[in-house]
């Protein structure tokens, strides 16, 4: 086995790493509370350190088709994140966690994210994405989003009307 280039940018201890389906990208959860990813042929990060939780990264996962990531943190969130444009998808997933979560693998179909921690409690999220998403965004809104929300929410994709 031959030793190849490290890996650095996290400031302090590194609690995970996963592979990506296809063992092409690394994620990285460390104490320093980012996650990175990685380009694994080039050994380089590729673009800037997700942050959001508070405190350490404990853990992170890929979901199977390697578009989501999910980290788990000491401030006793999951966070989802969209890969290929390294932005949060959603809020944080607190469900009354009282410690760090440790853990977050998901089913093997993708559509459920588990979360384990210290507070001894597993939790099962629905993560999966639905068919009719302008559909399903629909109904939880009552109304289409405005200008304002769809730039906060979606900048890459010029507005529209979705909702009937």
Known sequence: MRFGAPLTGHTNVVNSVAFAPGGQVLATGGFDG??????VRTRTQIGAPLTGPTGSVYSV?????GQVLATGSHDG???????PTRRQIGAPLTGGSTGPVYSVPFSPDGQTLVTGGRDGVVRLWDAG???????????IAADSLTHEEWARYVPEVDYRTVCP
Do not use: E, H, K, S
Request: net charge negative; charged share 15%.
């Open 129 to 139: 994405i639905p068919g009719d998403l302008p559909g399903a965004l629909c109904a």
């Open 77 to 83: 969130t999951a966070q989802l994140w969209d890969v």
């Open 34 to 39: 980012t996650a990175r990813l990685w380009d």
């Open 61 to 65: 996962a890929f979901a199977p088709g």
